[in-house]
T-cell receptor
Framework: GENVEQHPSTLSVQEGDSAVIKCTYSDSASNYFPWYKQELGKGPQLIIDIRSNVGEKKDQRIAVTLNKTAKHFSLHITETQPEDSAVYFC?????????FGAGTRLTVKP | GAVVSQHPSRVICKSGTSVKIECRSL??????MFWYRQFPKQSLMLMAT?????????EQGVEKDKFLINHASLTLSTLTVTSAHPEDSSFYIC????????????FGEGSWLTVV
């Protein structure tokens, strides 16, 4: 089955700096890679996703890159703000079979 | 706004009792929904896949007689924790794929269960 690894587990940045979270996956058949933001006590919220036919996608301060050959994808957050502080999960899926990374706790210091 | 809704958001129950958590897709039909369990500071653990009109598919190690799943309609799946014990206390989250968005999976707000 699919195995998703996520790094780092914790990340602390200064407000205004960029944050990068990286994930690798094992199943070459996976074709959908979403990123979720989870605030304390709430359900995960989809922030951006990318499909296997695209190498990069950007939405304002958030971007995701995908390298299918190497089987890794990354989340980039620029100009970080304190409200970006949360746990971020990457996921990889084929059809409805979605597997999650262990999560990255991002702290943005004002 | 939310596309998947869970209820209740928080529930406290006594040991030995059962508690039901509902998961609804708000403006779309979902023949499949997923139930997750999340412990503090950990990732989401898939418990089972809920299939409309048929039996749920449980992940290895999840007791199907303890965590009853019913997907009676295309917009509602329920998870019933039977004979609850304190170790069942956790954050339970459901999700559903929305076909209109290329099967993008949306999560509910989660339900905190505390068994006392």
């Amino acid at each position: 089955g699919e195995n998703v690894e996520q790094h780092p587990s914790t990340l602390s940045v200064q407000e205004g700096d960029s944050a990068v979270i990286k994930c690798t996956y094992s199943d070459s058949a996976s074709n959908y890679f979403p990123w979720y933001k989870q605030e304390l006590g709430k359900g995960p919220q989809l922030i951006i996703d990318i499909r296997s036919n695209v190498g990069e996608k950007k939405d304002q301060r958030i971007a995701v890159t995908l390298n299918k050959t190497a089987k890794h994808f990354s989340l980039h957050i620029t100009e970080t703000q304190p409200e970006d502080s949360a746990v971020y999960f990457c996921a990889a899926s084929r059809g409805n079979d979605m597997r999650f990374g262990a999560g990255t706790r991002l702290t943005v210091k004002p | 706004g939310a596309v998947v809704s869970q209820h209740p958001s928080r529930v406290i129950c006594k040991s030995g009792t059962s508690v039901k958590i509902e998961c609804r897709s708000l403006d779309f039909q979902a023949t499949t929904m997923f139930w997750y369990r999340q412990f503090p500071k950990q990732s989401l653990m898939l418990m089972a896949t809920s299939n409309e009109g048929s039996k749920a598919t449980y992940e290895q190690g999840v007791e199907k007689d303890k965590f009853l799943i019913n997907h009676a309609s295309l917009t509602l799946s329920t998870l019933t924790v039977t004979s609850a014990h304190p170790e069942d206390s956790s954050f339970y989250i459901c999700s559903a794929p929305r076909s209109a968005n290329g099967n993008t999976i949306y999560f509910g707000e989660g339900s905190w269960l505390t068994v006392v």
